[in-house]
């Protein structure tokens, strides 16, 4: 492959800084391509607004109301019990900010920033993928142009939880503590699931400690005589806080986020319990796993790669991405396979495992850009599992 | 930047500083948790969102009504049934205004009474084997005023007199039907999406209590 000869020892640090900026450039233009095309195979309409139109599904929707109006005070109007509260803020009011600046309708501007924002964690990734040309390539193929691109590139939180997560997970492998807080509370602001980044930061910090000889009872102390890492660890839930207080002053519940799972029919259970109902979901119309099959499956994946994470003595990514999946998994199957693919730290790692043979990683390549029309089509047509 | 690399004389105060906003962060946390944990909100939330007694989130809705006239809960009348639901209710659809968890409500304003009233109401079981029957519990203002077991899948009449207890001087009527056996979508599912029953038709008629 051309790209991994820009990227032998040989070649200069300038040659490969265009190799690792051109790559998820590529992909943007080819991942636009393949599910333009599949959108032109099955909608009627054309141009970039129908395209942009045609992929916000599902939650989409509430973000583009949160960007355009805000959230609703109670009682909710149109005698409606759902509010917006459940979905978190800081990403409808990015875009809020930059339609300002580009005022165009949402979903475009949405489109846009999202696009961006893979990128820019793609970027993040190559020195947390240890600069490996064929995993980088991997990842950002999955990201731009993989079977789950519409989800990093149509209104929904994956692309910019991406990017936060990278940029936590590479702020901690340069011990750079205080950027690994403000990105995590932008990512704590971004999706509920953000806050639990602050575990991986806590590790990392125990880590370093015990790499400079210090023992584990003596760990407290010298955080506490450490402000820099205190006020690391206490700024990473900040946005979580920043939301709570919001909706306590607008709606008088800062829990309103939680309370109103109930409007959408999540009721909390045993995580084995749903998994097992997903995966007894049997088709009884054919041999393709149904929605439910599917979303156990991306659960169970999920838990196996954060063990693998784990067995590579990467503890913070590990528990950070068990608890992203465990947690959502007390409520129920809903959304599973779109939490587990927007699980950085566990895309790297399968673009790193794919990487490790040059016909693992033409076939996964491959895989990727073919099914990125086919998951495009389905998405468009509403598929239960990729919600 | 390490704090280390910061020069001596100003170390100090860095450090200082890092303290005193470690402390800030989590005072205002603290503060924050402390209020989340006392949510100031009205009693219709806090059944619905918080506490989970109901599934019937209650609405300021009411709907003006004239004594002796039918409305129906089919598709045809969904506009003018929509001004009297309150909560708990899905459609309407061509066989009725479906329930929805396990109580539904119907709010309704009528005019001034110097008599009593009978309620007609024409209502459909949900029927899912082995459930084939459906107790519904029907107050009025927060008075139990009529239980009726449903069975089968034809609408059936439901007639009776509303307990005087229930009208007093008020100009409003509040409907619960409360249902003892609705059907949950899946066993693990949400109770606000049981179903019980199908209402078509409501009539109020004034009647002599002498």
Known sequence: MALEDVARPSAGGRSIAVAVAAVPLLFVVSGLAIRYAAFASVSEGSGFAAYARALCRWDCAWYIGISELGYERFPIPNQSNVGRWGFFPFYPMLVAAIRVVFPFPTILVATVTSIVCSYAACLVAWPLLEKNMRAYVLYCAFLLSGPFSFHFTTFLTEPLFVLLTSCVFLALKRSSYLAAGVSSALLSATRLVGVLVVFATVIQMFREHREQGGSTLSFPRWVLGRPDLLVAIFISPAGLFAYILFLYLTIGDGFAFLHVQRAFGRVAGNPLVFLWDGLSAVSTTGWLPTAPQWSALAAITGLALSAVLAARRQYGAALFCALCIILPLITNLASMVRYVIGLAPLTMLVAVLLSASRLTYLAALVFFLGACYFMTVAWIGGYLALV | ?210
């Open chain 2, 1 to 210: 930047m390490p704090w280390s690399d910061i020069p001596a004389p100003y170390r100090r105060a860095a450090w200082l500083s890092g303290y005193a906003f470690a402390a800030v962060l989590a005072g205002s946390e603290i503060v924050i948790l402390a209020l989340a944990l006392n949510p100031n909100v009205n009693a219709d939330y806090r059944a619905y969102y918080i506490d989970q007694t109901t599934t019937c989130l209650n609405r300021d809705a009411i709907g003006s009504y004239t004594l002796g006239e039918t409305v129906s809960f089919r598709s045809d009348g969904a506009k003018r049934a929509a001004s009297i639901k309150v909560c708990g209710w899905s459609g309407s659809a061509g066989d009725g205004t479906h329930s929805l968890g396990e109580t539904s409500r119907l709010r309704l304003e009528i005019p001034p009474l110097g008599h009593g009233l009978a309620a007609t109401l024409q209502m459909a079981a949900v029927i899912r084997p082995p459930q084939i029957t459906q107790r519904v519990v029907i107050s009025v203002n927060g008075i139990r005023a009529h239980a009726v077991t449903l069975s089968g899948k034809e609408p059936r009449m439901v007639t009776f007199i509303i307990p005087p207890a229930a009208l007093g001087k008020t100009d409003t009527l509040d409907i619960a039907f409360d249902y003892l056996d609705g059907i949950p979508q899946t066993p693990a599912a949400s109770n606000i999406y049981k179903r019980s029953i199908k209402l078509v038709s409501f009539r109020l008629d004034a009647i002599d209590t002498d």
